[in-house]
């Protein structure tokens, strides 16, 4: 029978191993004959298959798989199994506790002293000695919930050696020490490692930790610490330490109900220094580990500070690095603010050509917010999205993958099944959504897996396509970045700037008072965890659209939820002026009216269903191309002339002082402007093999033709005709 194995990346979590992920592979440091010892810097040469967990390593030859690499480890089939069999533990018993116990031999109870553990705690703990696997290692036998002893977490001899293992094998992370867990109910710390955690013991301070390592702590431990405890975290100063403690203190701030302290242990540790380092080598007091070197998670903000922020006071704060796009970025900032709203995220779909600036506007925003919420992902398969951000939930059979409160920003189109998949998440129809994956075996077979999608992201595509399918464009705000020539040339000023000195540029940046206190407010926003936004006038609302949308269409069903999204956010920006009832805030009318001056500026191209860049195309090269050929003639129907491909062109360099390719305009744009009804498309009179094009308002357009200037583009004020929306 197949077996069915947790993947690559969750086992090398599991073993605390550092890695880099590039091109669907993982690279690390040799883990089998120390061939990278030698290696300089950041090199690595071990290679291993994301999605088979195949490896390679180019230096020694090493080949193997998930289950070999377990067998390297000393790990049994149980410990890689997606769905370990579990077995009746016979060769563990409580004599062979006793026993090792009373075999601890003088030297080590030396060594065990040395690293600051008391005779107490290798008593009360019954530390011991044993040889196992043809080794001879220091025993810590480990309890289950109901208290009886079910395995032993082993350490080398140290005079031999520092290697890790379990007796029996294959054994299941086990929390240490439940005891105490269920005993205390003012102050714990969550630590690394075992004689860690028995070295608090000694010192005074109730501690618990993962047999397994740093990112082994599971959610449900968690769940058991219940509230109004400080929890303390104090993982081993190394990076897969620091990530460990990250995900335990977000996890306990999202849950609520305790104090929450990230220690950070001081650099003379060294790096990957822990708690052992810290109480021997250091000589450090329980007192400043506490409260010297630990500091509350999330850190409080003074609110005070803030002030009501207006949109055009933040579009000049998000001008520092952004020049011009007014609206794009205040309506890409809103997006990405709306992942702290429970469920009125927002999408946002940038469609323009390639090197337009697509990418840097929701990117650059996004360095504004706490980076743990910020996901940002180039081209990704279904099957790596859902391996990277998934965690496997054995209750469940299968993998979760929480997106609550994230943004996340794809930076190019990614694969039409992971949007087909991701369709109901940006619909907000349910908080959790249960998908059927298939993904490769080790055997190269196929099975199916469980996905668990969870909460509503705030998400954001950038794609050089112009073309997005209907079912996705309903779900999205369509932007495009501007390209202008004035904005080209104050973006060539900032990154000349930017690129001539970088850390001078840098540093002014993340110095500016405006960039720092708006850093601070979004902080601040996430801290309060706001649940329900309120909008206290809804008759406001309604009179408003109603006015500015005589004739009601299917889509206003749609418009109507986005500006409604836009207001919460607005809300949210200022919560603290806003009526506030715990986590609920409630909108004003200030908010209505920002929402609808926002929704103004990009509603046009909405209208069609099209991406601002095509829209604005049509209006400054087909338009204006149009009127330019047609202005001598009489207003009959028949002597109307059609626009080539060619005039398109030729115009389009004229406007925009660059070419479009051929291609680009009878592929995708002449297309999506005909399904949105702008333009017609007929033989030319003259050669039946030609089509040329006439806008759909050709009419309109000429009657207004006296009324204006021509001066090769539209009149931005007068041109708004009944059953047509204005062409800016």
């Known amino acids: 029978m197949d077996l069915e194995t947790i993947t690559i990346k969750e086992y090398l979590d599991k073993k605390g191993v550092i890695y880099k992920e590039r091109n669907g592979e993982i690279i690390t440091h040799c883990l089998f004959s120390g061939c990278d010892s030698d290696s300089n810097g950041q090199e690595c040469h071990l290679y291993f298959s994301i999605e088979t967990g195949q490896y390679d390593c180019k230096k020694c030859g090493e080949k193997g798989n998930i289950i070999t690499l377990a067998k390297h480890f000393g790990d049994s089939i149980n ?56 080794k001879w290692w220091i025993t810590i036998p480990i309890k289950d919930t109901e208290g009886n002893f ?37 102050l714990i710390v969550i630590c690394e490692g075992e004689l860690d955690r028995l070295l608090l013991i000694s010192k005074g301070i109730p501690a618990i930790t993962s047999t397994h390592g740093a990112m082994t702590f599971k959610k449900e431990w968690l769940d058991l610490l219940g509230k109004g405890k400080k929890i303390y975290i104090c993982f081993d100063n190394d990076e ?50 506490l409260g010297k070197y630990a500091k509350e998670y999330p850190e409080k903000i003074d609110t005070s500070q803030f002030e009501p922020l207006s949109a055009q006071e933040l579009i000049a704060i998000l001008g520092l690095t952004i020049k011009r796009d007014e609206e794009n970025k205040l309506i890409t900032f809103l997006c990405e603010l709306s992942a702290y709203t429970e469920d009125s995220q927002l999408n946002i779909s940038f469609n323009a050509p390639s090197s337009t600036g697509k990418s840097y506007i929701p990117t650059e925003i996004a360095q504004l917010f706490p980076q743990e919420d910020v996901v940002e992902v180039g081209y990704c398969s279904p099957t790596a999205f859902f391996h990277d951000f998934g965690v496997f ?41 249960r998908i059927k994956i298939t993904d490769k075996s080790q055997k190269s077979g196929l099975r199916t897996k469980n996905i668990f999608l ?98 009601l269409k299917p889509r206003h069903q749609r418009d109507i ?34 929402a609808f001056r926002a929704w103004h500026i990009i509603s046009e191209s909405q209208e069609f269903n099209l991406p601002p ?82 806008p759909t308002i050709s009419l309109t357009i000429l009657n207004q033709q006296n009324n204006s200037e021509l001066d090769g583009g539209v009149d931005k004020v007068n041109n708004n005709v009944e059953g047509t929306p204005p062409i800016t």
């Open 393 to 433: 939930e054995k209750e469940k059979g299968g993998y979760t993958v929480d997106l609550s409160r994230k943004i996340l920003i794809f930076l190019d189109q990614p694969h039409t099944l992971l949007l087909q998949h991701l369709r109901p998440l940006l619909s907000h129809d349910k908080k959790e959504i």
């Open 79 to 134: 410990e890689i199994a997606l769905n370990p069999k579990k077995k009746p533990n016979s060769q563990f018993t409580l004599d062979l506790v006793e026993k090792c116990h009373k075999s601890l031999p003088a030297h080590i109870q030396h060594y065990l002293n040395a690293r600051g553990l008391s005779e107490a705690a290798i008593r009360g703990y019954q530390l011991g000695w044993g040889k196992f696997y043809g």
């Open 150 to 186: 079910v395995f032993f977490k082993l350490r080398q001899d140290p005079n031999m050696g520092n290697e890790k293992k379990t007796y029996p094998k294959g054994i299941e992370t086990q929390l240490y020490d439940w005891e105490i867990l269920q005993n205390n109910d003012k």
């Open 454 to 551: 969870k909460g509503f992201p705030s998400v954001i595509f950038c794609t050089a396509g112009l073309t997005i399918d209907e079912q996705e464009s309903t779900r999205f705000l369509l932007l495009s970045p501007e390209t202008s020539r004035e904005k080209i040339r104050e973006a060539i000023y900032q990154k000349i700037k930017k690129e001539t000195d970088s850390e001078t540029y840098k540093r002014l940046l993340e110095d500016n008072p405006e960039r720092k206190s708006i850093k601070e407010r979004i902080r601040a926003i996430k801290q309060a965890k706001i649940k329900n936004i309120i909008i206290g006038s809804s008759e406001k609302i309604e009179e408003t659209f109603f006015t500015e949308n005589k004739i």
């Open 613 to 694: 860049y095509i829209y604005q195309l049509y209006q400054d090269v087909i338009v204006s191309a149009w009127k330019e050929i047609n202005q001598d003639k009489n207003r009959s129907i028949d002597e109307w002339n059609g626009l080539s491909r060619r005039t398109i062109t030729q115009k389009h360099l004229q406007v925009y002082g660059r070419n479009i390719a051929d291609w680009l305009l009878r592929q995708q744009i002449i297309p999506m402007l005909e399904n949105a009804g702008l333009i017609t498309q007929e033989s030319d009179p003259n050669d039946k093999r030609k089509m040329l094009i006439y």
């Open 240 to 289: 897969a330490g620091k990530k460990g403690a990250k995900r335990i203190a977000e996890t306990l701030n999202i849950s609520g109900g305790n104090e929450i302290y990230l220690i950070t242990l001081p650099e003379e540790v060294g790096s990957g220094g822990d708690i052992t380092d810290y109480f021997v080598k250091l000589k450090g007091a329980p007192v400043d580990l």
């Open 561 to 594: 939820g986005r500006i409604i999204s836009l207001i919460k956010a607005f809300a949210l920006l200022n919560l603290w002026f806003r009526e506030r009832n715990d986590s609920t805030i409630i909108a004003n009318e200030d908010d209505i009216k920002d």
